[in-house]
């Protein structure tokens, strides 16, 4: 559609002025009553704490104070705090056979990275933070431009107060008013008309100020919806079907209406611009509702405090009284004659304030007496009692939820009365996931239409991690033709938002349950090591876990938890061998053999080695044999020579064989020794030679 399309024809552009009015009239009505009561709850709470403006005029004529004791700012701040450690959950599904799982999570991711690009949970808070003090907040969402760029981006956002918007109070609202105030100079430099104010901007008008809307409308546009034979649907005017069939067969057709919203700056006497079509098919805007009241007929809602103004103003009315009753204690009043005092009134009434040391009286007349004191007020005191549990009542928060101590005495009784606290504000967390989850559902359907080229998205995982994701790329096929890869116009999705503890808290709870079922159990512990690495707030923590989570038995995993161990080894077998690294079980069993091999070849040293002292044991005892012989034949020629020379030579004889026979001995006692030491060394090389080959056997055994 064209801006052409939009224009307003002739005549138009009064009627639609016309029903613009109409419409902020009735939707000025509606909510006029809620924040009425949203004004008296956010004065109750940060303003003059409840006064009554009578009471406070005549005690403040009296010259009397009025004090405030803020009682519900601490219990307002429990329940804002209770959202800050909650988190909003999304969840997108598809809804039809188009739908396709990978682009659901591509939406979903999306969306929380539209979250983070906003700062949406500060946005949440600050709404939440109104909601609960005054009973309604607004959210919106809108797209603009990147700020250095060419694609646009949608953001959310929080509406600064309770009266920021106003809108068709329908199912599905058809209108929606931001009123937003500009100096009146600014105004009247950007436009050729006068200022017009709202019956409850009226007060703007003589403050140099003027008012200017954002109105949002809904206009239908019937369109044709075409399926395709390729199974892919969409909507195009009769006139364009030709070149968006692209050779493709229309299988069924109907006429639907489309919704667009416009929005178009006026106030209430005169447009300001063209209307300017946006990218959402429904009213931006997204009130957060408190407690629904029902009352003669009209419907207001309410804050959790609406109903602590009166023991409020109660409280602050005792208090007040006991501190006046305090501070007037110590100041007597004197009781006297006229003629006593006369020409000392000074004295007397300053005593009050400056007490002096010497009062005087006149002569002749009794002496002025002090009075009695007034005594501290304990009705007051008991009427403040009252009033602090009546606003305790009033809330639904006791002392042991606010950390005071109560009646409870058990552990149980005490966190049984926290609970009941919580619970009492659980409508307000309902009511901000019932905003959010319409907020989500304008943003589902508007993502296609403002991420619709290619480019490049952050997507965000549930545990809050970045990454990138190509969406609605081109690309060519084997066939040669032209397809589109995570095409985000496909398909028709819905989601749930739910809210519960953060990711941070939900890993520290698991830790401490982990913690107590494996106390004492050391085989347990090892079993769901990884589980501690994977739940560990470390920036190591996935390194961690892909460390240990090898030791984990495969008795302790699942069956989907094997097939993942199993798949992982195998990219992991294939990187190795891509980058030239072998397999740690091969290069493992590798050097298994390569210790065999070394443990062989010692084996056969030590074997030479024995053979060569056994050898040389022989030659000692070969040599030892010869020397025998040697002795034997030198024997030999001393009895020649002997037999030669008579009787001298047997006298020689006899000595000779003594001395042969001692030699001979000692020659057998060598070769007996030699013998037995290679004996004994052959002995230990084969035992040393078993015990490694025993050795080696046990290492291929474990293997």
């Known amino acids: 559609m064209t801006d052409d399309d939009n224009a307003l024809a002739p005549g138009e552009d009064d009627s639609a002025l016309a029903l613009m009015k109409e419409?902020?009239?009735?939707?000025?009505?509606?909510?006029?009553?809620?924040?009425?009561?949203?004004?008296?709850?956010?004065?109750?709470?940060?303003?003059?704490?409840?006064?009554?403006?009578?009471?406070?005029?005549?005690?403040?004529?009296?010259?009397?104070?009025?004090?405030?004791?803020?009682?519900?700012?601490?219990?307002?701040?429990?329940?804002?705090?209770?959202?800050?450690?909650?988190?909003?959950?999304?969840?997108?599904?598809?809804?039809?056979?188009?739908?396709?799982?990978d682009i659901s999570d591509i939406f979903e991711g999306v969306a929380r990275g539209i979250e983070q690009s906003s700062k949406a949970a500060n946005e949440y808070r600050k709404a939440y933070s109104m909601l609960v003090v005054a009973g309604i907040s607004w959210l919106k969402i809108c797209s603009e431009w990147e700020y250095d760029g060419f694609d646009q981006v949608l953001r959310i956002e929080a509406l600064d107060d309770y009266d920021s918007a106003r809108i068709d109070p329908g199912k599905r609202p058809e209108y929606g008013f931001i009123p937003k105030v500009i100096p009146l100079r600014e105004f009247r430099k950007e436009y050729d008309v006068e200022p017009a104010y709202p019956v409850s901007m009226e007060s703007l008008e003589g403050a140099g100020k003027a008012v200017i809307f954002?109105?949002?409308?809904?206009k239908s546009v019937k369109k044709m919806l075409y399926l395709l034979d390729d199974d892919e649907s969409m909507y195009a005017d009769s006139g364009d079907i030709e070149e968006v069939l692209k050779g493709r067969?229309?299988?069924?057709?109907?006429?639907?209406?489309?919704?667009?919203?416009?929005?178009?700056l006026c106030t209430l006497e005169s447009f300001l611009g063209e209307e300017q079509e946006t990218v959402f098919d429904a009213v931006p805007l997204f009130p957060v509702l408190g407690r629904r009241v029902s009352l003669d007929g009209q419907v207001h809602y309410e804050g959790a405090f609406s109903s602590s103004q009166d023991p409020q103003r109660e409280f602050n009315l005792s208090r007040t009284i006991q501190s006046e009753v305090n501070i007037m204690a110590p100041r007597n009043a004197w009781q006297a004659e006229d003629k006593a005092v006369e020409g000392y009134e000074n004295d007397y009434t300053g005593y009050m304030y400056t007490p002096v040391a010497l009062l005087r009286h006149r002569s002749g007349y009794p002496a002025p007496q002090l009075i009695q004191p007034r005594m501290p007020d304990v009705g007051s005191n008991q009427?403040?009692?009252?009033?602090?549990?009546?606003?305790?009542?009033?809330?639904?928060?006791?002392?042991?939820?606010?950390?005071?101590?109560?009646?409870?005495?058990?552990?149980?009784?005490?966190?049984?009365?926290?609970?009941?606290?919580?619970l009492g504000s659980q409508d307000f967390k309902d009511s901000m996931v019932a905003a959010i989850t319409r907020l989500y559902q304008v943003e589902l359907k508007a993502i296609p239409k403002v991420y619709d080229t290619e480019r490049m998205l952050r997507i965000v995982s549930k545990n809050g991690k970045s990454l990138t994701k190509v969406v609605n790329q081109s690309v060519v096929g084997d066939d040669g033709e032209t397809k589109i890869i995570n095409n985000l116009a496909i398909g028709r999705y819905d989601l749930r938002v739910s809210i519960g503890p953060g990711y941070r808290a939900q890993k520290e709870e698991a830790i401490d349950k982990l913690g107590m079922m494996t106390e004492g159990d050391p085989d347990l512990k090892r079993r769901t090591i990884d589980l501690?690495?994977?739940?560990?707030?470390?920036?190591?923590?996935?390194?961690?876990?892909?460390?240990?989570?090898?030791?984990?038995?495969?008795?302790?995993?699942?069956?989907?938890?094997?097939?993942?161990?199993?798949?992982?080894?195998?990219e992991r077998d294939q990187v190795m061998q891509e980058m030239g690294v072998q397999n740690p079980q091969v290069q493992q069993m590798q050097e298994t053999i390569m210790q065999m091999d070394e443990t062989i070849n010692q084996l056969q040293e030590a074997e030479a080695e024995s053979e060569a002292k056994i050898s040389k044991a022989k030659a000692d005892t070969l040599i030892a044999r010869l020397r025998v012989q040697e002795k034997e034949l030198a024997l030999q020629v001393a009895q020649a020579k002997a037999e030669a020379e008579g009787h001298k030579a047997q006298a020689a004889e006899g000595a000779l064989q003594a001395e042969?026979?001692?030699?001979?001995?000692?020659?057998?006692?060598?070769?007996?020794?030699?013998?037995?030491?290679?004996?004994?060394?052959?002995?230990?090389?084969?035992?040393?030679?078993?015990?490694?080959?025993?050795?080696?056997?046990?290492?291929?055994?474990?293997?």
Request: with cysteine.
């Open 23 to 101: 419409r902020w009239g009735f939707a000025e009505s509606y909510w006029h009553k809620t924040f009425a009561k949203a004004r008296e709850d956010v004065n109750l709470m940060y303003g003059d704490g409840g006064w009554d403006a009578d009471v406070r005029a005549k005690r403040e004529s009296n010259s009397l104070v009025c004090l405030t004791f803020n009682q519900l700012k601490q219990h307002a701040n429990l329940i804002k705090n209770s959202f800050r450690s909650e988190e909003i959950g999304i969840d997108v599904m598809r809804t039809d056979s188009d739908g396709d799982e």
């Open 214 to 218: 954002e109105y949002y409308y809904l």
């Open 249 to 264: 067969q229309i299988v069924k057709q109907r006429e639907v209406e489309s919704t667009t919203c416009y929005m178009r």
């Open 383 to 422: 009427q403040a009692e009252f009033a602090r549990q009546d606003i305790m009542a009033s809330v639904g928060r006791y002392e042991a939820t606010i950390g005071e101590q109560g009646n409870e005495k058990s552990g149980t009784a005490i966190k049984a009365r926290q609970q009941s606290g919580d």
């Open 532 to 570: 501690w690495a994977q739940y560990s707030d470390s920036p190591m923590a996935d390194g961690l876990r892909n460390r240990v989570e090898a030791l984990v038995p495969d008795d302790a995993l699942s069956i989907d938890e094997i097939q993942e161990r199993l798949k992982k080894n195998a």
């Open 660 to 703: 042969a026979q001692k030699m001979q001995r000692d020659d057998e006692k060598m070769i007996d020794d030699a013998q037995a030491s290679a004996v004994r060394q052959m002995v230990e090389r084969n035992a040393q030679a078993d015990l490694i080959a025993n050795n080696v056997g046990d290492n291929n055994g474990n293997e």
